[in-house]
Every structure is written in structure tokens, then in C-alpha cells.
């Protein structure tokens, strides 16, 4: 699905097109098949110098800009790790992890926390701090911005104490520092604990300390998705999100509702509204500026274009079929909440790290961008002129 939708901002010296990768888990697979579509079908340079990412996209454009000076060897770092996944790559699953958080959470309620503290999430995601150390190299990246290979990196997080959203970036030096409704973008050294700031999706994963607050993932409390772009000097966006268009929320059943949701289809319902939401708003809102704009003068001001690339299939039914690739325990987990046999695959298709749940995705993804071929080259083209 694509769509192209212009709005205005403040006039800047060239046109510079930013890559914009929503957060999704196991579904940003599906971002890695359309770049590897995108290294087959443009030619270099690569088609963005600005990246922006939040959650599991921040993970995508943190690897991207390691490889700024060769992005086509970013995109094949990323089909090898997405291709290959397993849970184990990502978080703890095994049944001694899994009892001794339950059995944690367990005793804290029984002993009003006397006896021990609740673990600080459901599950332990070192494996995926320790992937990240190898694949994230902040001072290729650096040196990538320093030479002008990369305008700007940004990755968002949200601050538990205050709930403030930040953008926290390394970029070009005549980028400034700004501030919006219960949001900033702050310039700062990133680090990988920026990164697994952005990627800590609420109550599955630890919040990371950032100087003296606690943050959690991006998507939380993320109002202008787009905004941060626009602020490092985009004026063309390609975003990649990561919901089959047109749906949202839980399938219904092909017999019908007998019961109320699960614990696990509302949990699955608050993760597909935490990527999804805003991300879908702040396009609408670009839509109806440019509506608004159209036909009229506005002095010192300029387009700003937007394309929007989303999966022409459900993800959750691409995850039905490989929820039996999922660790015993975990699968006993979502069965017990009603996220998984028997119930909704839509808390599922976010937790699915397997290769052969992402290899699909990304097939996906190759597929959906080699069918928009003509919309693609179309938007590339305009900002060449």
C-alpha cells in the first residue's frame, strides 16, 4: 500500500529524504523485505540520509547506519540476522526463565513484596543486547555523519517519569535542538542503551537508564511519528510500517464471539495500537494539510512528500501457521492467556522472532514493494528533480 501526501515546512538548503521504521517486533521483518526490494531496484546512492527508528525499527536503523557507507551490505546484514531469528536471539524462553519470573511475581504478591521484588519484566532480553553489541557500530556511525555520508540518526524512547517522549539523535552540526507538546529531540552521543531503550516494549522488557530516568519503548506516547524527520531535515519521507492496511485490532472469529477477549488478544490489541496508531494518524494529518494548502501560495514554505509502505497481507495470519516454532514454555504462556492456539495470533505475530515466521514476512515485504515498483521510482525520481 502506498500513499503519497505532502505538507509544508520551513524552507532548508536541498532536498533530503528520510527513512522512517516503525516499531512492530517480529513484524519488522517485514521492513527488511522491502529494503531488500529497494537495493535491487535503486540505484546508489541510497535513497535516505536521514533514519529514524522506534522500537524494533530503531534496531533496523541502527544497523543501516553502521553500513551508511555501503547500504546495500546494511540491508544483507539484516536479511542474515532476520532470516536466521530464533526467540533465544532476542529473549530468555526457556522453562527455567519462564519459572522464575512466574514464581518471582508469585511470591511478591503473596508477601506484599516482603519477601522478594517482582522481576522488572516478563522476560530477560540480554540475548538481544549482546546481538546488538556486535551488529551496531556507534563509531562507524559517527564517523559515517561526521563525513557527511549520513545526515542524521534518530531513536525514540519515552521517559516513565514525567512521560516524556524524546528523539534522541546524532546528526548533522546545524541541526538544532527542539521541543513540542510533551516531546523533545535532544542531541546525544547514542549509545547501545539508547537503542535498547527504544526496543523496551512496556511490561515484556526491562526499562533502560538514561542518566537518571527510566525509559521504555518509542512508540509509547509517540504523538507526531513523523515530526522527528522533518525536525533533521526531511522534506520526503519513506515509511515502512508494519499493519496489513485496512486492519486493526482482533479478528473476529469465523464462529463468531462466544466470549469476551483474553487477556492475551487485549494484551495483542494494546501492542498493535502502541506501533500502529499514531503512526497512521500523523499520515492522515499530512493528508489533510495538503488539503488544506492545495492551491495556495505559501511564502518560505515547501513540500513535504510522504510514502507509505504497509503489508498487503495480516500478519497474524502469516503467524498462525509457525506458532508451533515458538519454545514450549512461551507457547504454554500465550496459551494460558489466550494469545495463542486457540485464541488470538495478534500478541503472536509480535513475539514470533522465528526464521521461519520472518522469512515469510520478509518475502512479504519484497513482494509488496516490487508490485508498488512504479509509485516508488516515481517518489525517488521527484527528489532527484
Partial sequence: MTESTPTTMTDHASPQTALVLSGGGARAAYQ????????????????????????????CASVLATHADDWRKGVQQLEAVWSDFTIEQVFRADLPAMLSAGGRWLLSALSGGRLCRAPDALFDNAPLRRLLAREVDWTKIRRHIETGTLQALALTATSYRGGLHRIFFEGHGDIAEWSGVRRAGRRRALTLDHLM????IPFLFPAVKLGQRYYGDGAMRQLAPLSPAIHLGADRL???GVRGGGVA????????????????????FMLDTLFSDQLEADLDQLERTNRLIAGQASSGLREVSALRLLPSADPCELAASHLQRLPSALRRLLGLMGGG???????????????SYTRDL??????????RRADLEQFIQAAAD
Wanted: no cysteine.
Fill in 32 to 59: 527488511v523485505g522491502v529494503l531488500k526490494a529497494l537495493a535491487e531496484l535503486l540505484p546508489d546512492p541510497a535513497p535516505y540520509r536521514i533514519l529514524v527508528g522506534t522500537s524494533a525499527g530503531a534496531v
Fill in 249 to 268: 485490532g482482533i479478528t473476529a472469529p469465523t464462529h463468531g464471539y462466544t466470549q469476551t477477549p483474553s487477556s492475551g488478544e487485549i494484551f495483542g
Fill in 238 to 240: 519513506l515509511v515502512i
Fill in 197 to 200: 531503550a527504544s526496543a523496551a
Fill in 362 to 371: 520478509i518475502a512479504l515485504g519484497y513482494s509488496d514493494t516490487l508490485t
Fill in 341 to 355: 492456539n486457540g485464541g488470538s495470533t495478534l500478541l503472536a505475530s509480535y513475539l514470533l522472532f522465528e526464521g
